[in-house]
Antibody, heavy 119, light 108 residues
Framework: EVQLLESGGGLVQPGGSLRLSCAASGFTFSTYAMTWVRQAPGKGLEWVSNIHNDGGTAYADSVKGRFTVSRDNSKSTLYLQMNSLRIEDTALYYC?????????????WGQGTVVTVSS | ETVLTQSPATLSLSPGERATLSCRASQNIEIYLAWYQQKPGQAPRLLIYDTSNRATGIPARFSGSGSGTDFTLTISSLEPEDFAVYYCQQRRNWPPITFGQGTRLEIK
């Protein structure tokens, strides 16, 4: 059974940093691209970042230069380093598994971790 | 950026009725569209990928159609558990990967 477990969220002041983790199990982590999607309170889904199994990355313009996605295939873990946090980064952050290959649709999601940016 | 526009914003129907949800793309995305269902307090769940393929475990009452810029999710006969928010998502033109703003399907 595929499982994705996010952690690392919390309350941080504007300008601060957080590192999110997503521990994966139940599939061969190293062979799938992974993604981060966020959802602000009461709002819709917003794609944040992708990392392919070869390490290639992509970011939404809203986080480019501030967020860094990475992965440790030996630990089956996905990360999101978030720097220079803004109030508008407040959201529930989901990690999700892609369907494989070039198919960037998301067939499994974690339950999310909450990030609150506030002074 | 490919903008996805979902309509209607809210759809009020009764159990047993047919639901038709629309997603329009601002540019051609061929067939590379997915639909997700999200219930309160839960993560999204993949229903349909590449326009018309049901994901694993998704009931046959859910179907998808379309191509290019106009897409439809149809629920043939609504069950009580189908009342939720539905999002479309495209993977043809990225980055960025984009989602629609959602359609809330509520009980009439």
């Amino acid at each position: 059974e595929v499982q994705l477990l996010e952690s690392g969220g919390g309350l941080v002041q504007p300008g601060g940093s957080l590192r999110l983790s997503c521990a994966a199990s139940g599939f061969t982590f190293s062979t799938y691209a992974m993604t981060w999607v966020r959802q602000a309170p009461g709002k819709g889904l917003e794609w944040v970042s992708n990392i392919h199994n070869d390490g290639g990355t992509a970011y939404a313009d809203s986080v480019k230069g501030r967020f860094t996605v990475s992965r440790d295939n030996s630990k089956s873990t996905l990360y999101l380093q978030m720097n220079s946090l803004r109030i508008e980064d407040t959201a529930l952050y989901y990690c999700a598994k892609t369907m494989g290959g070039l198919d960037i649709h998301f067939d499994h999601w974690g339950q999310g971790t909450v990030v609150t940016v506030s002074s | 950026e490919t903008v996805l526009t979902q309509s209607p914003a809210t759809l009020s129907l009764s159990p047993g009725e047919r639901a038709t949800l629309s997603c329009r793309a601002s540019q051609n995305i061929e067939i590379y569209l997915a639909w997700y269902q999200q219930k309160p307090g839960q993560a999204p769940r993949l229903l349909i990928y590449d326009t018309s393929n049901r994901a694993t475990g998704i009931p046959a009452r859910f179907s998808g159609s379309g191509s290019g810029t106009d897409f439809t999710l149809t629920i043939s006969s609504l069950e009580p558990e189908d009342f939720a928010v539905y999002y479309c998502q495209q993977r043809r033109n990225w980055p960025p990967i984009t989602f629609g703003q959602g359609t809330r399907l509520e009980i009439k």
